[in-house]
C-alpha cells in the first residue's frame, strides 16, 4: 500500500457525460499527479499540482481538468466523454514539486469505462 | 522533442536466467532515472532508482546501470522468478518542467 487512495475504483458511464476522479495523497505530500493508462499501453502524464496550484501540464486534453484543495486531496474532472477516454487513471504523489527529481507514489488507479 | 526509448517491448526469459531491459534518453540534462513495475491491473510501483552522479546501483537481485556518456540505463535482474512477471517502465528526468517522461513498457514473461 502506497498511502494514496483513489476513488472511485470502477466508473462505468456513457458518451456525453461528465465524472470526478478523486484522489487523496500520502501523508506529508505536497504534489499531486494524473496520468492515463489506455489498455496495453504506457503513462501518459496529464497534470500535476503542487500545494494547490497547477505545477506542470502534459497531454491533458481541453475536456479535462483538475484542481487541489487546501487539504491535499485533488479532483480530475472529464467531460463529453469518448468511447476513447476509456482507461485506468492513476494519481501519484510525492513531496517535492519537481516530479521529475523526486520518487512518485502511485494509487491504485481508477478504471474508467465510457459505452 | 524529448524521449524515451524503452527496448525490447516484449522479453521473454527462463525462470533462473537474467533480463536485461534498456532505455535511451534525449535530454542530457536527465538526473533522475526510475524504474518501475506494474503488475497486472496494479499500480506502478518504484523497484530501483538512479541518480546521475551514479554509475550503479544494487538491491538484492535487481541493478540499475548508467551511461551518462551514451545517455542510456538498464535494468539487469538476475535470476528471475515466477513473480517477475510483469510491465516494466523506465522514466528520465527532463530539464524543461522538471517532470519524468516514460518509455513505453516492457512486458517481461518468466518461463517455467
Known amino acids: 500500500d502506497s498511502g494514496v487512495t483513489q476513488t472511485p475504483k470502477h466508473l462505468i458511464t456513457a458518451t456525453g457525460q461528465r465524472v470526478t476522479l478523486r484522489c487523496s495523497p500520502r501523508s506529508g505530500d505536497l504534489s499531486v499527479y494524473w496520468y492515463q493508462q489506455s489498455l496495453d499501453q504506457g503513462l501518459q502524464f496529464l497534470i500535476q499540482?503542487?500545494?494547490?496550484?497547477?505545477?506542470a501540464k502534459g497531454n491533458i486534453l481541453e475536456r479535462f481538468s483538475a484542481q487541489q484543495f487546501p487539504d491535499l486531496h485533488s479532483e480530475l474532472n472529464l467531460s463529453s466523454l469518448e468511447l476513447g477516454d476509456s482507461a485506468l487513471y492513476f494519481c501519484?504523489?510525492?513531496?517535492?514539486?519537481?516530479?521529475?527529481?523526486?520518487?512518485?507514489?502511485f494509487g491504485p488507479g481508477t478504471r474508467l469505462t465510457v459505452l | 522533442g524529448e524521449n524515451v526509448e524503452q527496448h525490447p517491448s516484449t522479453l521473454s526469459v527462463q525462470e533462473g536466467d537474467s533480463a536485461v531491459i534498456k532505455c535511451t534518453y534525449s535530454d542530457s540534462a536527465s538526473n533522475y532515472f526510475p524504474w518501475y513495475k506494474q503488475e497486472l491491473g496494479k499500480r506502478p510501483q518504484l523497484i530501483i532508482d538512479?541518480?546521475?552522479n551514479v554509475g550503479e546501483k544494487k538491491d538484492q537481485r535487481i541493478a540499475v546501470t548508467l551511461n551518462k556518456t551514451a545517455k542510456h540505463f538498464s535494468l539487469h535482474i538476475t535470476e528471475t522468478q515466477p513473480e517477475d512477471s510483469a510491465v516494466y517502465f523506465c522514466a528520465a528526468s527532463m530539464r524543461s518542467n522538471y517532470q519524468l517522461i516514460w518509455g513505453a513498457g516492457t512486458k517481461l514473461i518468466i518461463k517455467p
Open positions: 499540482y503542487y500545494n494547490g496550484e497547477e505545477r
Open positions: 501519484a504523489s510525492s513531496v517535492d514539486a519537481r516530479g521529475g527529481l523526486d520518487t512518485q507514489y
Open positions: 538512479i541518480r546521475s
